[in-house]
């Protein structure tokens, strides 16, 4: 049985009033995004144009709708797999299996839409219910994350994750306890990070294109590079699906509330905002223009596909002849860390990136208006503080070496800047 105690790691996020807090600021905050998005001022820090009362976000279709996406989802996770990669080494030194399938997943997924839509499924509807729909998912985490804090009562100790086992309930439900909650090889936080919502992402985003299509004979330029670059980047995730296993979501934070909202609701309900903004708000954009905005995206790409490929290919194997020429700094723990090549530019080269690609996506939606702009500030925020959980462990995990790479590298995120 798990401890009550559980380990003493430093409380992060606020503690839990921090926890608590956010626990009532994200999903309002998502329904905020939803409300103003299809409004005319569309503004991000005015008062949403009306407070939705339960007719309008409570329906029993729609949570559904909801579940049967997660049960064919599911589903696709269960078919054979091309390969099963192993995760890092866990505190009882076994290591989990994980299938590696997300693709294969997406791709059906497309071909079964396209079959249903063909058949004569309404898609193009599908803009119309995102409130209901965003609340059978909040619903849904809800009770998911419960599901997980009862279940970690009897794990073993060995099963629990270094934080999020503080012995102060509304914390560690936030947190998550248990690391790698499972039922028999069913891995739920793994299938959650890169399926359901992930999937369901571009899903909304093309039910937002074929809306617009109806509305106005055929889809905007704009609508097309947002539907297109986001595709990319759920595309990209899932092919390179292993590299996930490698993620401080993956190997050190446990599977509670924090994930669980923003894997299944979170993500496709604010990530699909630029589209959801540019349905209501068309936008004029020129081939200049365009251009100038897809050479945006391919330089945050280029550099956010190099340096997680980088990294994984030197975890995987260092002497890989694609890495074995970087040089490096040896640690006590065995393991050494890079210091030229990506990871000798800035200390979170993935995260630039990243950013970088994070404001491709705002541009096509124009200057006129903040809010498509909300994921750029949020993704800064959110980085910002992952790289610094983030150096932290990286301290702790490599004491004296790490103190040299920062030395060495003295940039976090923005080279001359932060
Ligand atoms: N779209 C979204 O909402 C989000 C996207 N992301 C993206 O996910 C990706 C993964 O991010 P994340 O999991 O935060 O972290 P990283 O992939 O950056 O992994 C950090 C880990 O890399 C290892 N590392 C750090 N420096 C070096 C080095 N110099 N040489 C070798 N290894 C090093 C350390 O682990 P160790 O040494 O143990 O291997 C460290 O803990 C990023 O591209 C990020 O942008 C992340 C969050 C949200
Ligand atoms: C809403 C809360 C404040 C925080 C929730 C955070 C989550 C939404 C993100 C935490 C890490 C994530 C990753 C991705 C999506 C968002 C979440 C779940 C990721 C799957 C996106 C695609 C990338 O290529 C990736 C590297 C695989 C990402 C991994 C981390």
């Not at 790691?9 to 839990?16: S, T």
């Not at 609340?135 to 809800?142: D, N, P, V």
């Not at 509304?170 to 959650?192: A, Q, T, V, W």
Request: charged share 15%; with cysteine; hydrophobic share 50%.
């Amino acid at each position: 049985m798990a401890s009550p105690q559980g380990s003493r790691a430093p409380l992060e996020f606020g503690g839990p009033l921090g926890a608590a807090a956010l626990m009532l600021l994200l999903p309002a905050t998502m329904f905020h995004l939803l409300l103003v998005a299809r409004s005319g001022p569309a503004r991000l820090l005015g008062p949403p144009p009306y407070l939705p009362g339960p007719e309008v976000l409570w329906s029993p279709r729609l949570l559904l709708l909801w579940l049967t996406w997660l049960g064919l989802q599911a589903a696709l996770y269960l078919l054979p797999a091309r390969k099963v990669a192993e995760g890092l080494e866990l505190k009882d030194k076994s290591r989990l299996r994980y299938p590696i399938n997300g693709f294969q997943a997406l791709v059906l997924t497309a071909l079964l839409v396209g079959l249903a839509v063909s058949a004569g499924l309404p898609l193009g509807a599908l803009p119309e219910v995102l409130l209901p729909l965003a609340f059978a998912a909040t619903l849904t985490a809800f009770i998911f994350s419960l599901l997980l804090y009862l279940k970690a009562l009897v794990a073993p100790a060995s099963a629990l994750a270094p934080g999020g086992n503080s012995g102060n309930p509304i914390y560690d439900f936030f947190l998550g306890r248990e690391l790698n909650p499972r039922i028999c090889s069913f891995d739920f936080k793994y299938f959650c990070e890169l399926r359901p919502g992930l999937i369901g992402w571009v899903l909304i985003n093309l039910a937002l294109l074929m809306q617009e299509a109806e509305l106005r004979g055929s889809p905007s330029l704009a609508m097309w590079l947002v539907n297109g670059f986001q595709l990319l980047y759920v595309g990209d995730a899932l092919w390179h699906e292993e590299a996930v296993l490698t993620t401080m979501d993956i190997t050190h934070d446990g599977f509670g509330f924090m994930l669980a909202f923003g894997d299944l609701a979170w993500v496709p309900f604010t990530y699909s905002l630029q589209a959801q903004f540019l349905l209501h708000h068309p936008q004029p954009l020129g081939l200049p223009m365009a251009s100038v905005i897809c050479l945006i995206k391919a330089v945050g790409y280029y550099i956010f596909r190099g340096a997680n490929s980088q990294k994984n290919t030197f975890r995987k194997n260092p002497s890989d002849p694609r890495v074995a020429g970087l040089e490096t700094i040896p640690t006590a723990t065995g393991r050494q860390l890079l210091v030229s090549g990506w990871w000798g530019l800035v200390r979170h080269p993935n995260y630039l990136g990243d950013l970088i690609m994070a404001l491709a996506w705002s541009l096509p939606c124009g200057v006129s208006h903040l809010l498509p702009y909300f994921y750029l500030l949020y993704f800064t925020a959110l980085l910002v503080h992952r790289e610094a959980r983030d150096e932290q462990q990286c301290l702790q995990k490599y004491g004296r070496a790490w103190h040299e790479y920062c030395r060495r590298v003295p940039y976090r995120i923005l080279p001359y800047v932060y």
